[in-house]
C-alpha cells in the first residue's frame, strides 16, 4: 500500500558530498514527520535528521553543521544533503515517514521504512 523508495547513495571520498532522496507513494492520507536513520556496521541504528510538516529540523549531533534535512510536500520526497562526508558516515542510511493511510474509506497509522541505501565514505 505504500512505498518508499531512496536513492542516491554511494561511494564517496572523505570530504565528499551526496544527496539522497526517498520518494513515497501510496494510499497517502497525510505525512507528518519524515526523516533519515542509518546503521553502521556491527552498530545499532541511530536517527540522523527529522523533519516535520510545518519544516522543523531535529538533528543527531554527529552530523549538525554537515547535513540538511529537507522535503518537498507536493512530491511527497524527503532529502537529505551530506557534505563533509567522514568514513564513520558509513552506513545504511534508512528513511522513514509517519503520518495516516487510507485503508478502505477509514484511516489507519502510517510509520514505513525504506529499503535502504548504503553510503561508502572511503578513499
Known amino acids: 500500500q505504500v512505498q518508499l523508495v531512496e536513492s542516491g547513495g554511494g561511494l564517496v571520498q572523505p570530504g565528499g558530498s551526496l544527496r539522497l532522496s526517498c520518494a513515497v507513494s501510496?494510499?497517502?492520507?497525510?505525512?507528518?514527520?519524515m526523516g533519515w536513520f542509518r546503521r553502521a556496521p556491527g552498530k545499532e541504528r541511530e536517527l540522523v535528521a527529522t523533519?516535520?510538516?510545518?519544516?522543523?529540523?531535529n538533528y543527531a549531533d554527529f552530523v549538525k553543521g554537515r547535513f540538511t534535512i529537507s522535503r518537498d510536500n507536493a512530491k511527497k520526497t524527503v532529502y537529505l544533503e551530506m557534505n563533509s562526508l567522514k568514513p564513520e558516515d558509513t552506513a545504511v542510511y534508512y528513511c522513514?515517514?509517519?503520518?495516516?493511510?487510507?485503508?478502505?474509506?477509514?484511516?489507519?497509522?502510517?510509520?514505513?521504512w525504506g529499503q535502504g541505501t548504503l553510503v561508502t565514505v572511503s578513499s
Open positions: 522513514n515517514v509517519d503520518g495516516r493511510l487510507w485503508y478502505g474509506v477509514s484511516l489507519r497509522t502510517l510509520d514505513a
Open positions: 523533519i516535520s510538516t510545518g519544516g522543523s529540523t
Open positions: 501510496g494510499n497517502i492520507f497525510s505525512i507528518n514527520h
